[in-house]
């Protein structure tokens, strides 16, 4: 089933195209990931689908649904989540917090009942405070479960990102390259909790330069440059595509 | 957070003892006045501590709940209860109107936006002297209900302390209610609020109008407290002393705002001896307080005592 459709999905930035005319599919319960030298348009590219930025022109369907143009907080409504490349975490929440806001459309939002402290409200809150500290358990932050999240590591809070996003229970997750800035230890260990995303049926779109990462994990990859898609496929088709490795290594002359 | 149901407690038992020390009216109505300013920042700590929006106006809804009391139960005969009512939702209604534009504004432009409002308020107030007196203001009856008249400094004394622990309490259980998280989390990143689903304009206007309608209400009843209105009340100095006291106590804290209103409301009298240069004193002691305790006076000592620990 094709969960997610784009189609000649463009972005201009006064006269720069950043994104030009990119189409892609991606299925239900695999793990797509988007790759391309820095500046071809990756982050420009998830920007659009997650509601950041609007396109200039092109659709995006979401099971055939148009969402194209929506602001975040109506695609999360209708099961996206995301991660992010420059880290955006409330400093003034906790960490628990921060992956409680994560499952904010789960939860009863009235002001009023809020403030008078219904039974009902504070019930659900107790439990989804104690599915927030099993989703940090689980991307291996059981360390932070007190922390503000304002006194964590830099490592620490790309994987708190995660578990708020994944809080939100999402149909489809885009992890904007979850490993950027961190060392090979801990590389490999969100390249472990990525894998067990994709084990647990989740539909992931991946952007990420740790290109072990992308070829061990991911079912389809698609190559952009210069905002255009240079490529799509599978691991093997796009390492050994002679256009992709001229784009990364030069071409030779 | 955990410590604050001992602090309300503390409070509490501040509130309940006071009477016994304070020597005579003159005290009472200072100690009403720091009540009354502290439920007012409370409600103005949700918009500009919490949710990390600002309003130079808010003195304009408390002035407008304060002469909807006045002018309604006076010129047209309503209960208090009724005019209260109107007022509040008056004032609510205001700033509905007023918070999907204004809340696409930011910063310096928000500040603008709000100060505006609340200037024409005042303005409105000062100049339609047919029905609130103009500048001289007018007179109101005082608050009676089911029967029951609240009279004397005393009685009005024992109905602000509650009303101040109840807000406090309501305050608190807003802030750690899924509405309040989604506040605070729009302040900390509104980026990663919106992509969690959190409708970040509609939550800006939301509190907005409840910090108008919280302020409101509290015009009213202070006009029945002090039994005379005068435009003064929704004032732009007002509005700015309203921000001060949430700064100096503590953006984000509860009983900063509190503190933050105790001690604005209680300096200039306290300054009064030094005779013409108490605007002076008032304004270097809010900047040193500013230099050297910039999170505001309840968060820094908090801090401080934490780490002793």
Same mark, same amino acid.
């Given at each position: 089933?094709?969960?997610?459709?784009?189609?000649?999905?463009?972005?201009?930035?006064?006269?720069?195209?950043?994104?030009?005319?990119?189409?892609?599919?991606?299925?239900?319960?695999?793990?797509?990931?988007?790759?391309?030298?820095?500046?071809?348009?990756?982050?420009?590219?998830?920007?659009?689908?997650?509601?950041?930025?609007?396109?200039?022109?092109?659709?995006?369907?979401?099971?055939?649904?148009?969402?194209?143009?929506?602001?975040?907080?109506?695609?999360?409504?209708?099961?996206?989540?995301?991660?992010?490349?420059?880290?955006?975490?409330?400093?003034?929440?906790?960490?628990?917090?921060?992956?409680?806001?994560?499952?904010?459309?789960?939860?009863?939002?009235?002001?009023?009942?809020?403030?008078?402290?219904?039974?009902?409200?504070?019930?659900?809150?107790?439990?989804?405070?104690?599915?927030?500290?099993?989703?940090?358990?689980?991307?291996?932050?059981?360390?932070?479960?007190?922390?503000?999240?304002?006194?964590?590591?830099?490592?620490?809070?790309?994987?708190?990102?995660?578990?708020?996003?994944?809080?939100?229970?999402?149909?489809?997750?885009?992890?904007?390259?979850?490993?950027?800035?961190?060392?090979?230890?801990?590389?490999?260990?969100?390249?472990?909790?990525?894998?067990?995303?994709?084990?647990?049926?989740?539909?992931?779109?991946?952007?990420?330069?740790?290109?072990?990462?992308?070829?061990?994990?991911?079912?389809?990859?698609?190559?952009?440059?210069?905002?255009?898609?240079?490529?799509?496929?599978?691991?093997?088709?796009?390492?050994?595509?002679?256009?992709?490795?001229?784009?990364?290594?030069?071409?030779?002359? | 957070?955990?410590?604050?149901?001992?602090?309300?407690?503390?409070?509490?038992?501040?509130?309940?003892?006071?009477?016994?020390?304070?020597?005579?009216?003159?005290?009472?109505? $200072?100690?009403?006045?720091?009540?009354?300013?502290?439920?007012?920042?409370?409600?103005?700590?949700?918009?500009?501590?919490?949710?990390?929006?600002?309003?130079?106006?808010?003195?304009?809804?408390?002035?407008?709940?304060?002469?909807?009391?006045? $002018?309604?139960?006076?010129?047209?005969?309503?209960?208090?209860?009724?005019?209260? +009512?109107?007022?509040? +939702?008056?004032?609510?209604?205001?700033?509905?109107?007023?918070?999907?534009? $204004?809340?696409?504004?930011?910063?310096?432009?928000?500040?603008?936006?709000?100060?505006?409002?609340?200037?024409?308020?005042?303005?409105?107030?000062?100049?339609?002297?047919?029905?609130?007196?103009?500048?001289?203001?007018?007179?109101?009856?005082?608050?009676?209900?089911?029967?029951?008249?609240?009279?004397?400094?005393?009685?009005?004394?024992?109905?602000?302390?509650?009303?101040?622990?109840?807000?406090?309490?309501?305050?608190?259980?807003?802030?750690?209610?899924?509405?309040?998280?989604?506040?605070?989390?729009?302040?900390?990143?509104?980026?990663?609020?919106?992509?969690?689903?959190?409708? +970040?304009?509609?939550?800006?206007?939301? $509190?907005?109008?409840?910090?108008?309608?919280?302020?409101?209400?509290?015009?009213?009843?202070?006009?029945?407290?002090?039994?005379?209105?005068?435009?003064?009340?929704?004032?732009?100095?007002?509005?700015?002393?309203? +921000?001060?006291?949430?700064?100096?106590?503590?953006?984000?804290?509860?009983?900063?705002?509190?503190?933050?209103?105790?001690?604005?409301?209680?300096?200039?009298?306290?300054?009064?001896?030094?005779?013409?240069?108490?605007?002076?004193?008032?304004?270097?002691?809010?900047?040193?307080?500013?230099?050297?305790?910039?999170?505001?006076?309840?968060?820094?000592?908090?801090?401080?005592?934490?780490?002793?620990?």
């Amino acid at each position: 089933m094709v969960l997610l459709e784009v189609s000649g999905l463009s972005k201009a930035f006064s006269g720069v195209m950043a994104v030009q005319d990119v189409s892609f599919r991606v299925e239900a319960g695999l793990v797509y990931s988007v790759i391309g030298p820095n500046g071809a348009g990756k982050t420009t590219l998830f920007n659009l689908i997650t509601g950041i930025y609007q396109p200039s022109s092109g659709e995006i369907r979401l099971e055939g649904e148009q969402i194209t143009g929506l602001p975040p907080h109506r695609l999360a409504q209708k099961g996206l989540a995301r991660t992010f490349q420059n880290l955006q975490v409330c400093m003034n929440l906790s960490a628990l917090e921060n992956v409680m806001l994560g499952a904010h459309l789960s939860l009863d939002r009235n002001l009023l009942k809020g403030m008078l402290s219904f039974p009902r409200i504070r019930r659900a809150d107790r439990a989804l405070r104690e599915q927030a500290a099993e989703l940090m358990r689980f991307v291996g932050l059981k360390d932070y479960l007190g922390s503000p999240a304002g006194a964590m590591p830099y490592g620490a809070l790309k994987r708190l990102e995660i578990a708020r996003a994944l809080a939100a229970k999402p149909r489809l997750l885009f992890l904007d390259e979850p490993a950027a800035g961190l060392n090979p230890k801990e590389t490999a260990q969100i390249d472990a909790l990525v894998r067990q995303l994709a084990d647990r049926e989740l539909t992931v779109v991946l952007v990420e330069h740790d290109m072990k990462m992308v070829m061990n994990i991911s079912d389809r990859i698609l190559v952009l440059n210069y905002g255009k898609k240079l490529v799509e496929g599978s691991a093997r088709e796009v390492r050994n595509d002679p256009e992709v490795i001229a784009a990364y290594l030069g071409r030779a002359a | 957070m955990r410590r604050a149901p001992i602090a309300l407690l503390a409070l509490g038992v501040v509130l309940a003892a006071l009477p016994l020390v304070l020597p005579n009216s003159y005290y009472y109505d $200072i100690v009403i006045r720091m009540v009354i300013n502290a439920i007012v920042a409370l409600g103005l700590n949700l918009l500009i501590g919490f949710a990390g929006q600002i309003s130079l106006g808010h003195a304009g809804f408390f002035g407008i709940g304060a002469y909807a009391t006045a $002018i309604l139960t006076a010129h047209l005969g309503w209960h208090p209860l009724q005019a209260l +009512v109107a007022g509040a +939702v008056g004032a609510a209604a205001l700033a509905a109107i007023l918070a999907r534009p $204004i809340f696409r504004l930011r910063g310096h432009y928000l500040a603008m936006a709000t100060l505006g409002l609340g200037i024409l308020i005042a303005m409105v107030l000062k100049n339609e002297a047919a029905y609130t007196g103009g500048p001289d203001g007018m007179a109101v009856g005082p608050l009676s209900v089911f029967g029951y008249q609240i009279d004397g400094e005393k009685q009005w004394y024992w109905f602000f302390a509650a009303t101040l622990l109840v807000s406090i309490w309501a305050c608190r259980n807003l802030i750690d209610s899924p509405f309040g998280r989604a506040l605070r989390a729009l302040h900390g990143c509104e980026v990663a609020a919106q992509m969690a689903g959190v409708d +970040v304009v509609r939550y800006k206007a939301i $509190i907005f109008v409840f910090s108008a309608f919280f302020a409101s209400v509290m015009g009213s009843l202070t006009a029945h407290y002090v039994g005379f209105v005068t435009p003064n009340l929704a004032d732009f100095f007002y509005s700015i002393e309203l +921000v001060t006291m949430v700064v100096v106590g503590g953006m984000a804290s509860i009983f900063g705002s509190v503190v933050g209103a105790a001690l604005l409301t209680a300096l200039p009298q306290a300054l009064a001896t030094l005779e013409g240069w108490e605007t002076v004193a008032f304004g270097l002691i809010l900047m040193l307080f500013m230099v050297f305790l910039p999170a505001g006076l309840v968060p820094t000592l908090a801090a401080r005592f934490t780490r002793r620990q």
